[in-house]
């Protein structure tokens, strides 16, 4: 008896968090673009992409050259709509998540934020020119996460995530270019240590402050706060944002840190939150973007067999793990055939 509920039980765990038992099983040499899937595409929700767009964008600001498009003299959607500045970014980010390095919807995505920088480097040819400040966010989006949980005491992603992580964004490399020269980007690292080391000395260079880094910032955490939390704890989000920043961050902003002990209460509770949601709180079946288009969907028409069919394979709303999709398209199939022969 005991065995049978130690097996149940052992099963439903397995069920419940199917993530890592599928990653265990793929090369991530060859399967990189469905391990970053996996990684990155499922436990998020609105929530947690605007707390990492909170903790990572202004990474990406610290130069005064950086900071002149987005901000692009006080009109910029980072303080005009900082909101639709945050979901943009998320949003984006998360088809390249769900479609692939390799699929023809990233590199159309990828696509309309070239053309979108060649727009800005007409004003501003300076800031886009430089090849480093494309590999850095390249970089920062491959082990950003990584340092994060680092930053909060977690031991960090898997080997196999991180060998994922470098093949994965060395193809998002050849898809941007240059906006200034219209050149391919080069130099992005072969290795998760190289990916890092790139990071660290990138941020080790000296570089004055600028009169638009603290608005900016602020701007940042407070659409962050406004969207999530009462007025009253306004305050606390600011601290909790704050704790998470490296020190470059503190001092290219000008930031007040909080002290030792709430800095490092706000970023053990950082540490249970990313926690619980990777080994407590059951994996979900669907991605980000899956989630985010059933909801657009209207809901009083309920479609037809024969519309069903009409609908092209990757638009059917299926869940579960991606690599047993194929059999339930089948499946799908299957049904709606037995229900064209047997006519009610």
Not at 34 to 44: C, M, N, S, V
Not at 140 to 167: D, N, P, Q
Not at 312 to 333: F, M, V
Request: aromatic share 12%; hydrophobic share 40%.
């Amino acid at each position: 008896m005991a065995a049978s509920l130690y097996k149940y039980k052992r099963v439903f765990a397995m069920a419940r968090h199917w993530i890592a038992k599928r990653i265990n099983q793929l090369d991530p040499t060859l399967d990189y673009d469905e391990i970053w899937k996996l990684a990155t595409a499922y436990r998020p929700t609105d929530f947690i992409m605007n707390l990492i767009y909170a903790v990572t964008f202004p990474h990406f600001f610290v130069r005064r050259l950086d900071a002149l498009p987005l901000f692009d003299g006080g009109t910029g959607k980072i303080l005009s709509k900082p909101d639709a500045r945050s979901d943009d970014t998320s949003w984006k980010m998360q088809v390249w998540w769900h479609y692939g390095s390799e699929h023809e919807k990233t590199r159309q995505n990828v696509e309309s934020i070239n053309r979108i920088h060649e727009h800005y480097a007409k004003s501003y040819p300076d800031s886009f020119e430089r090849n480093g400040t494309y590999i850095y966010t390249l970089c920062y989006e491959a082990a950003g996460m990584h340092r994060l949980m680092l930053r909060v005491g977690l031991k960090g992603i898997s080997e196999k995530e991180k060998v994922a992580a470098v093949h994965y964004w060395a193809n998002m490399a050849t898809i941007f270019r240059n906006a200034t020269s219209g050149a391919a980007l080069t130099g992005f690292p072969d290795t998760f240590e190289g990916i890092m080391d790139f990071m660290d000395t990138w941020e080790s260079e000296v570089v004055p402050k600028h009169e638009m880094g603290m608005p900016a910032a602020n701007a940042i955490i407070q659409q962050f706060a406004d969207k999530y939390f009462h007025s009253l704890l306004h305050p606390l989000v600011f601290k909790w944002i704050i704790s998470l920043y490296p020190d470059h961050l503190i001092g290219a902003y000008d930031l007040m840190r909080p002290g030792k002990l709430t800095v490092k209460a706000l970023r053990l509770l950082t540490a249970c939150f990313l926690w619980a949601g990777e080994h407590i709180a059951p994996d979900p079946t669907d991605t980000f973007t899956e989630r985010r288009k059933a909801a657009s969907r209207p809901t009083s028409i309920t479609p037809t067999a024969s519309s069903r069919r009409d609908s092209a394979p990757d638009d059917i709303p299926l869940s579960g793990c991606p690599h047993l999709r194929q059999q339930q398209r089948l499946k799908a199939a299957g049904s709606e055939l037995k229900e064209d022969q047997n006519p009610q």
